[in-house]
């Protein structure tokens, strides 16, 4: 199937468990992305990686990391999350050359933590 | 970085035009974006502009004005399916997006 997968849909997380959310891509982008969704809050970059074996930081960071091994998968990790990491968070490829380019969002995971 | 603006919430009657506004500051433009978003789903690309001026696509269109740091999103002929959450996002020079806060569009009968 063509796009994004992320897993899992949902989970409940009490609060100082750490958690991988997982993302992966068939689409052979070179670029990858983590955001979270908060009401009023859009959507904000927490992670990001250009290519194979590089990331970086994007707007709200902290208690975040990302690893990119290959191309297709692009973990998110919560070393020990805290409630208000309680969000939906997209996964997002794309290429980076010129032109449109769009990204292309997987389903989400909701995630709550307590 | 990048501050960008659009209204919270619009409401608007089947058939009719709905335009929604986005206004940005930003360092290293490098195009502006508009997505839908459905209730629980996740974004989908409706447009984009990187040169001043109107793209049409079928009953959406995307305006921008690089001078003014302005956008807008046109929906002609409204219809149900369109009330979702509108995303404007502006890519800079290293291909990450900044997304303003939604504005959120309710058709009624």
């Known amino acids: 199937i063509a796009g994004i997968t992320q897993a899992p849909t949902s989970q409940i997380l009490a609060a100082g468990r750490r958690m991988t959310l997982r993302c992966t891509q068939d689409?052979?982008?070179?670029?990858m992305y983590w955001y979270r969704q908060d009401l009023g809050l859009g959507l904000r970059l927490i992670h990001y990686?250009?290519?194979?074996?590089?990331?970086g930081k994007g707007e709200v960071p902290d208690g975040y990391s990302v690893s990119r091994a290959n191309t297709d998968d692009f973990p998110l990790t919560l070393a020990s999350a805290v409630p208000s990491q309680t969000s939906v968070y997209f996964c997002?490829?794309?290429?980076?050359?010129?032109?449109?380019?769009?990204?292309?969002f997987g389903p989400g995971t909701r995630l709550t933590v307590l | 970085g990048q501050n960008i603006d659009q209204p919270t919430e619009m409401t608007a009657t089947e058939g009719a035009i709905v335009q929604i506004n986005c206004t940005y500051q930003?360092?290293?433009?490098?195009?502006l974006f508009w997505y839908q978003q459905h209730a629980g789903e996740a974004p989908t690309f409706l447009s984009y502009?990187?040169?001043?001026g109107l793209e049409e696509k079928g009953r959406f269109s995307s305006f921008l004005s690089r001078s003014k740091g302005y956008s807008y999103l046109l929906l002609k002929e409204l219809q149900m399916k369109d009330s979702a959450s509108y995303l404007c996002?502006?890519?800079?020079?290293?291909?990450?997006?900044?997304f303003g806060a939604g504005t959120t569009v309710t058709v009624r009968a």
């Open positions: 997002a490829s794309s290429e980076i050359i010129s032109g449109a380019n769009e990204q292309f």
């Open positions: 689409m052979r982008h070179n670029a």
């Open positions: 990686s250009n290519t194979a074996g590089t990331t």
């Open positions: 930003t360092s290293g433009f490098n195009g």
């Open positions: 502009n990187v040169l001043d």
């Open positions: 996002a502006v890519r800079d020079s290293d291909y990450k997006l900044s």
